[in-house]
């Protein structure tokens, strides 16, 4: 019976690729061209610091192809969704209320 081969470094070929997949996500984040994020934006625990966060980091970016409302927008929501079931809800709770803040800080608010 033949054995497996580990690439260098220990790990199978196949468990290096599955790691990188999972953590395909997390590299969006800090690598986007939709926009450089402040360190720590989506740990922060109001909704409006998170926001404002955001709003500077759009307005900030030279690397975003569309507008900064849509860029910082897309950034939170793409977190939320990216996060899933490991959100607390209350944790989700505060994200879903950043984007209203977010539309707020952008003069977009609806109601």
Do not use: C
Not at 76 to 87: D, E, K, Q, V, W
Not at 99 to 105: D, N, S, Y
């Amino acid at each position: 019976m033949a054995q497996k081969r580990s690439a260098p470094g220990g790990k199978s070929r196949l468990a290096k690729r599955r790691a990188s997949k999972r953590k395909w996500s997390a590299d969006v984040t800090r690598r986007s061209d939709a926009l450089d994020l402040e360190t720590g934006v989506f740990a922060q625990q109001r909704p409006d610091e998170i926001a404002r966060s955001l709003k500077r980091s759009a307005e900030r970016s030279t690397r975003r192809k569309s507008e900064p409302y849509r860029s910082a927008m897309s950034m939170l929501t793409f977190y939320i969704n990216r996060a899933g079931s490991s959100l607390s809800r209350r944790r989700l709770h505060i994200l879903e209320r950043a984007k209203g803040e977010l539309r707020k800080a952008f003069g977009r608010d609806t109601h």
